[in-house]
Structure formats: C-alpha cells, structure tokens
C-alpha cells in the first residue's frame, strides 16, 4: 500500500517567516492533494497537483510535485498567525478518489 | 450553501453500544467516505461508497457498519465490536473522476 510520509511533524516559526513542509511518497503519485485542518475540525482543500513538475499557487501558498512525482512541498511565504494548523497531504489510491493520507504537520506560528 | 454536516460534534457513549454517527451532503455529491483520525495521526478510511446502494470496506472497516440509502446520506454505525473506538471521525464526499475530497466539521466520539 501506498505510504505518505510527511516532515517535519510539527514546526513553531515566527510570524513573517517562510516555511516549508514536505510530503514523500514511497510510490508514484497520480494525484497529490493538500488539506489544512484547524484543530477539531474538518479539513480544507488547498491545491491539487498531478502533473511531473506542477506548481499552484494561492495567495502565499505555493505547492509543488517533483518531475518523478514522489515528492510534493508546501511553501508559506511571510507566514501569519491564520496559517496555523495541521497541513495534511494526500495521495490518490488510484480506485476512484479514495486518498491516503500523510500523518499531518503542525503548523504554529508565534506573533 | 452546498456542504458536508456531521452531527453530532460530540457523542459519549458507554463501552458495549451501538453509535450512529450521521453523515448528509447537499453538494449532489456520487461519492462519500468515512475516515477515523487519532491523535497526532493522519486519516484512515473505514470505508466508502460510490453509488447509493452500494459501499466499500476501507483500511480499517473492522467493528463498524454503513449504509447508502439515499445519495445524500452516508451514516456510520460503531459498534461493540471495534476495540478502540474513541476518535474524531469525518465524513467526505466527492464527485467522481479525480475531484477533491469535501470534508464535514467531524465528530468526536468518546467511549468509556
């Protein structure tokens, strides 16, 4: 079965700083889709990536898929204290639109 | 406005009962699913279904039943029989063909 690995599993930073979480997978990925939880509740679609080498952006998050698309990276520029949470990937299982899912990242950011 | 909605936010329950956690979608949504998520851990499917009438076992469906009867309506029982069923669950649904999960508010179910 496929394994999503996340890192780091939890990052305190500085309001204003950029900071980047990591998502590898131990197979190739044909869809790869980012999620932010706040705690205790549902998750919330960020981006969707599926192509070698995509990158999509929204307003200071940008997401990108490594050309072997093994690899995704969720990039925060100038973070802020709305940023906080939990950042989960996730990876198509490729039988319809079941995902796995990565062990999630929390995200904290200090004013 | 279309969405997902779990109720309740919070359930108790004693050890050795049954517990229907309610799952409805209006977003017209073919696909739902039911994942469990424990501390620190990410999501894990217990199961899924495409069509109404229809449903799948995901990673994890031991000790627990669903029901599609209606395409809006995707209900998860928990039963005596799953050993550790303390956990925040969420419902999704989806349309078919590589289209993002929508996910529910959760519900934390709490059995002692």
């Known amino acids: 079965s496929q394994e999503l690995e996340q890192s780091p599993q939890s990052l305190i930073v500085q309001e204003g700083k950029n900071l980047t979480i990591n998502c590898t997978s131990s197979k190739t990925l044909y869809g790869l889709y980012w999620y932010k939880q706040k705690y205790g509740e549902g998750l919330i679609f960020l981006m969707m990536?599926?192509?070698?080498?995509e990158e999509k952006s929204h307003e200071k998050i940008t997401a990108k898929l490594d050309e072997k698309k093994q690899q995704s990276s969720l990039h925060i520029t100038a973070s802020q204290p709305s940023h906080a949470g939990i950042y989960l990937c996730g990876a198509d299982k490729g039988a319809g639109n079941m995902l796995t899912f990565g062990g999630g990242t929390r995200l904290m950011v200090k004013p | 406005d279309g969405g997902i909605t779990q109720s309740p936010k919070y359930l108790f329950r004693k050890e050795g009962q049954n517990v229907t956690l309610s799952c409805e979608q209006n977003l017209n949504h073919d696909a739902m699913y039911w994942y469990r998520q424990d501390p620190g851990q990410g999501l894990r499917l217990i199961y899924y279904?495409?069509?109404?009438?229809?449903?799948q076992k995901g990673d994890i469906a031991e000790g627990y039943s669903v029901s599609r009867e209606k395409k809006e309506s995707f209900p998860l029982t928990v039963t005596s029989a799953q050993k550790n069923p303390t956990a925040f669950y969420l419902c999704?649904?989806?349309?078919?063909?590589?289209?993002?999960?929508?996910f529910g508010n959760g519900t934390r179910l709490t059995v002692t």
């Open positions: 990536l599926q192509k070698g080498g």
């Open positions: 999704a649904s989806s349309m078919t063909g590589g289209s993002p999960l929508h």
């Open positions: 279904s495409q069509i109404v009438n229809d449903f």
